[in-house]
């Protein structure tokens, strides 16, 4: 063999090897960055119930409203009145539209008002006119929620006197069932723009093994990073889903007046 085929020999060997060399490295570079979502176990639900609730009557929040009826789920929206219709929320005929679906349309004050800063008529306006506003448009409205998760005796009293029978707070969830204060009703921690899917399973699988009891989900902007408190369409939608297949588990979805007063 002469010298310049050798040459040629060794030089296809050193290219297959480096070629061989890159493949092996990028697959490793793959493996690492595309680690799939963990699974979640299967479970059989005995004592759990979810409620998934909607603050504030984002315009985004439409987006669900296909996604819920798709899965046999129903929802809670609890409504600025004041801004409906507004820029940035939702119209009157999409709230309609959610609640033939079989949602459910709560109160969340006239404007949004942190209620312990108020008293007496002030306090009675936001919290009695913005469901007066509600049930003006013919929706039954049974449910409330207090802004930023804030009351005192007062507000507490306005909205049993305004015709509530429950009322959601938004921390130290999860709640029994039945909740030992209908009016201060305990919610798991709000969803944010970074918690992902196995956080929400999570919530409800824990609960489940602890003895059961009532997941309440706060949800704010239904957007990708728009928002502080906001969830992805598509997490939000593979959330959804599991939630359907669950229901044949066991789990049992209702709003929130359905759990907290049973017919």
């Known amino acids: 063999m002469s ?10 060997q050193l290219r297959n ?23 979640v176990p299967a479970l059989t639900f005995k004592n759990t119930v979810v409620s998934l609730t909607f603050d504030d009557g984002d315009a985004d929040n439409y987006a669900v409203r296909d996604i819920l009826a798709e899965n046999n789920l129903r929802a809670t ?13 939702m119209t009157e005929d999409q709230l309609r539209d959610l609640y033939n679906d079989g949602n459910e349309i709560g109160g ?15 306090l009675e306006r936001e919290i009695c006119q913005d469901r007066q506003n509600l049930l003006a448009h013919g929706f039954a ?46 919610a798991m921690p709000y969803i944010v723009k970074d918690t992902r899917f196995p956080k929400m399973t999570r919530y409800v699988t ?11 989900f706060v949800f704010h902007h239904v957007c990708d990073g728009c928002n502080e408190y906001a969830i992805k369409l598509n997490v939000f939608d593979q959330f959804a889903k599991w ?20 017919k």
């Open 3 to 12: 010298r310049s085929t050798r040459t040629a020999d060794l030089n296809l």
């Open 17 to 39: 090897k480096t070629r061989l060399f890159f493949l092996l490295v990028l697959t490793l570079l793959a493996s690492c960055t595309s680690k799939p979502e963990p699974a």
């Open 77 to 89: 929206f609890y409504i600025v009145s004041g801004f409906t219709g507004t820029n940035g929320y």
């Open 108 to 122: 969340h004050t006239l404007s949004h008002s942190n209620v312990p800063d108020l008293s007496g008529a002030d």
């Open 141 to 186: 409205v049974n449910s409330f929620a207090y802004p930023y998760g804030h009351y005192d005796d007062e507000s507490k009293q306005m909205v049993v006197d305004c015709g509530y029978n429950n009322a959601r707070g938004v921390s130290g969830g999860p709640d029994t069932i039945p909740p030992v204060d209908m009016y201060v009703l305990n």
């Open 206 to 216: 824990e609960v489940e093994n602890d003895g059961g009891g009532w997941v309440i």
């Open 243 to 262: 939630l359907g297949e669950q229901q044949a588990n066991g789990l049992v979805v209702k709003t929130m007046s359905e759990v907290a007063n049973p």
